[in-house]
C-alpha cells in the first residue's frame, strides 16, 4: 500500500515511525514531513492546505490512502474534497469530514453538540464583539481563574485562564478585538474545572472505534505549569490515575455518547478522536475534543500501541474497525520536548542541531526540523520530541531525558519537570 501522509511535526514523525512497522506499507509519502521523516519515506515539498497540489502528489504517486496528521486540513475540508472529486473520491482518506472537524474547529459547536448528547463538560456561554458586556456579566456569576478559548483554531494557544475578574474582561475585550485573529471573533467563557488533565483517543471507522493508550501532556512552558501555554512539552503513557473504573466512565459517558452523536447527525467521521478530560473527584469531563491525534502525546501513545496501524486505517476505511486487533503495550512511555529559545514567543531558525547520533534506547522524534548541507537545522518553536519505553515509567523518564541532554543547539531548552506531578 502507499501511504501519503499529510503534516510534518513531531506527531506525523511518530505516525511515520508506526506505519513504517507494517508489512503492508510499500511506499510512504510525507508532505511536507521533516529532517526526521526522510529516513522513513518521501518527503513532497506541498502544503497540506494547498488542496489541488496534495491531489497532484497523490495522483502522480498513484497513493492508496491519505492520512492527516493537523488539524487544519481537516477543517478546511480535506476529505470532502477527495470525497467530491472523481479522480480522487476512491483514495480513502483517516480523517473526519468537514462537518466533523467542526467538534475542533469551534468550541462553540463542540459545547453545543456536548450538550446535546449529554456529555458532561464545563459550564459555558459564548460571546462576540456585539455581546461584550453580556460576558462580562457571565464572567462576573463565575469564581476565579477563568477560562477564555478562541471559538476557531489558533494554533494550539488560544486557551488563556486569567486569575483575576479585571484581567478576564479584559483579555475578552481583546481577543474579541482580534487577539488571535478570526478565531477568536467568538470566545467561549467556561467555568474553571479543578482537577487532573487527561488525553484519551479513539479510531473510528464512523460505526465502531478502539480506545488507544491514554496519555498525559504538559502545555505550560515552565516548570510546575506555568507561564504561557504551548503545543506541548512532553508526555506519558500511561497515566497512573487513568484506573480502569475511570476509564469505563470515560467509555460509556463520553465516547460512545460521541460516536453515537455523530452517527445520530449523519456526520462521516473515520479518523482520531481526541477527548481532552479532567478528572474531577473521579468524575470524567470533557475540556475539549480535538479531530486528530494530539502533539506530543503521539510520541507516547504510539509507542504503547501494540498494533499495525496500516491495518487499523484499513478497517477504518472499509468500516470494519471492529475486526481489527488493537493491544495496548504493557510498557510505559515518555516523551520529552527540546524548544527554541524564546518560544511560544518569538524565537530563531537554522540552529544546528548535533549530538543525535549520541542518542541511545531512545527515538528523536523531529518535531521542527530541516535538512541542509549535510546538517540537521531548527526549524520550529518545538524542534524534538525524545521519547523512550521502559517497564516503568520513571525508567521510561530517565532515558528520555538523558537524550535531551546529549542534544544540543543553540537556545535549546526543556522541562525538567515532565511526569514529575503522577509519580509516586
Known sequence: MKILLLGSGGREHALAWKMRQSKALSQLFIAPGNAGTASLGVNVAVDPNDFAAVKE????????????????????????????????????????????????????????FMAKYGIPTARYKSFTRSSLADGFAFLESLAPPYVLKADGLAAGKGVLIPDSLSEAKRLLEEMLSGMFGAASQTVVVEEFLSGVELSVFALSDGKSYKILPEAKDYKRIGEGDTGPNTGGMGSVSPVPFATPELMEKVRTRIVEPTIGGL??????????????????????????????????????????????????????????????????????????????????????????????????????????TSAADGKILTAGGRVLALSSTAPTLPLALAKAYDAAEKVEYEGKYFRRDIGKDVLP
Do not use: W
Open 263 to 368: 452517527q445520530a447527525e449523519g456526520v462521516c467521521y473515520k479518523g482520531f478522536l481526541f477527548f481532552g478530560l479532567i478528572s474531577a473527584g473521579g468524575e470524567p469531563l470533557v475540556i475539549e475534543y480535538n479531530v486528530r491525534m494530539g502533539d506530543p502525546e503521539t510520541e507516547s501513545v504510539m509507542l504503547r500501541l501494540d498494533a499495525d496501524l496500516v491495518d487499523l486505517f484499513d478497517g477504518v476505511a472499509k468500516g470494519n474497525l471492529a475486526e481489527r486487533a488493537c493491544r495496548h503495550s504493557p510498557q510505559a512511555a515518555a516523551s520529552v520536548v527540546c524548544v527554541s529559545g524564546g518560544y511560544p514567543g518569538s524565537y530563531k531558525k537554522g540552529a544546528a542541531i548535533s549530538g543525535l547520533e549520541n542518542v541511545r534506547e531512545c527515538i528523536a522524534f523531529h518535531a521542527g
Open 57 to 112: 502528489v497523490a495522483l502522480r504517486h498513484s497513493v492508496n490512502m491519505v492520512v492527516v496528521g493537523p488539524e487544519e486540513p481537516l477543517v478546511r475540508g480535506v476529505f470532502d474534497y477527495f470525497a467530491s472529486d472523481d479522480a480522487l473520491k476512491n483514495i480513502p482518506v483517516i480523517g473526519p469530514s468537514k462537518k466533523g472537524a467542526m467538534l475542533e474547529g469551534s468550541k462553540d459547536f463542540a459545547k453545543q
